[in-house]
């Protein structure tokens, strides 16, 4: 008799990641002669930058000093405070836990596995990252989305994210710049999100992996900062400002009243001991990276300045689409006015074009809204490219509709 096949676990059913669903099409692409054009994946290696010289540096030296074995599960002591310090220094009050991890998203698995129960109701942004959504499809938790307001700038609106904490949700996940709007939620509107959830006993998922890609307008406040008696996880890593996605380096910093996360914290710790330890030699580059000043990432700050003006005024400038402006990470998250849906637009675009973007539907969007999330890491040519590819295919549809 053959072998059965395997029935996979139910609870994988719900897990997508559009962001990487999209290849096979252009793979399909490619082997057609086309040239791709990757507006993606957000790795900044794969357009040219690099790691700060000085961080590369302190990674390398300790491999080559033999820190090759397990670190201690939370992290190495001189990363940990290093991570600490920053956090301090930048206004986080009340810390009482801090795990490095592989990659941010570790961080953010281990602190909503411990938080939530199957059942459990969590707040994420629509759009959003879909980590979120995917870990909590696993832990068969709820999540509940609050929608960005596209006519304000992206925008989440408290009015409705109050409302919706009127029922009991354990955490609401803030990210800061956002993925995949490349918005900045400014300081009044973090304070009255923080208020809503001191009001209702809410944590705060503070997702701030891009804090320091602000690319126009004030820089906005750690929400860990804000209120001490709030509890919040704060996560950030090497993988953006730093350009190492590829180390799988991030951290999670827990604060608030120790009687009230304490526990909390506790159950992390479990789970950090049971997985060992974060990639070791490369948290000797912590240090490196919080406490010296990096110029690579300033001139990354300017190129993406300028890289996200272009793309904003080119798609505006195509019928059918209008994107509002980036202020910060390297994503934009137009929206589409041609009669398709989503996935339509961007398989055509992807097909006919070789430039991968990826369907809004992927992040969430408002039901009856359709967008495309395009990354501008690559140079101005590459970006103009795909734009002439994007500019062509609305026409089709524009013309199909008329
Ligand atoms: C908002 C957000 N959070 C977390 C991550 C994951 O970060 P890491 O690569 O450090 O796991 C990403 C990666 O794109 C992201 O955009």
């Not at 759009?127 to 989305?145: E, F, M, N, S």
């Not at 110029?295 to 996200?308: V, Y």
Request: charged letters at 20%; one cysteine or more.
């Amino acid at each position: 008799m053959p072998p059965a096949p395997i029935a996979p676990a139910e609870r994988t059913k719900n897990i997508k990641y559009a962001v990487r669903d999209v290849l096979a099409l252009a793979d399909e692409a490619k082997a057609r002669g086309l040239d791709l054009l990757h507006l993606n994946i957000g790795d900044p290696n794969i357009y040219g930058f690099s790691p700060p010289a000085a961080v590369a540096e302190a990674a390398i030296r300790a491999i080559h000093d033999n820190l090759n074995g397990y670190a201690p599960s939370d992290g190495t002591t001189a990363a940990l405070s290093a991570i600490r310090e920053d956090a301090e220094a930048r206004g986080v009050k009340a810390i009482q836990h801090i795990a490095i991890t592989s990659g941010c998203s570790e961080a953010i698995e281990i602190a909503l596995s411990a938080l939530v129960n199957a059942g459990d109701r969590v707040l994420v942004p629509a759009p959003g990252y879909p980590l979120y959504t995917a870990i909590l499809a696993k832990l068969d938790a709820v999540a509940v989305p609050y929608h960005l307001d596209e006519a304000n700038d992206w925008q989440p609106d408290v009015e409705e994210i109050t409302g919706l904490l009127a029922a009991p949700a354990k955490a609401l996940v803030l990210i800061n710049p956002n993925n995949p709007t490349g918005s900045v939620t400014p300081r009044e509107v973090l304070e009255q999100i923080v208020a809503a959830c001191k009001a209702t006993g809410t944590v705060l998922f503070a997702d701030e992996i891009y804090d320091q890609l602000v690319l126009s307008g004030e820089a906005p406040p750690p929400i860990g900062s804000i209120d001490a008696e709030v509890p919040v996880v704060t996560f950030n890593g090497l993988s953006k400002a730093y350009v190492a996605p590829g180390w799988r380096i991030g951290w999670g910093i827990v604060s608030g009243p120790k009687e009230v996360v304490g526990e909390w914290c506790e159950a992390m710790a479990k789970m950090e001991r049971a997985r060992l330890s974060a990639n070791h030699p490369l948290q000797h580059a912590i240090p490196v990276a919080l406490q010296q000043k990096h110029p690579e990432i300033e001139a990354m700050r300017d190129a993406l300045r300028i890289r996200g003006r272009l793309i904003s005024d080119r798609l505006n400038a195509i019928p059918g689409i209008t994107s509002v402006a980036p202020k910060g990470a390297f994503y934009a998250f137009p929206s589409i006015n041609l009669g398709v849906d989503d996935c339509t637009f961007c398989a055509k675009v992807i097909q006919e074009t070789g430039a991968i973007i990826v369907p809004g539907s992927g992040f969430g969007q408002k039901q009856g809204t359709e967008h495309f999330r395009v990354v501008f890491l690559p140079n101005e040519d590459i970006l103009s490219r795909a734009c002439d590819g994007i500019a062509a295919i609305a026409a089709h549809f524009q013309s199909q509709g008329a």
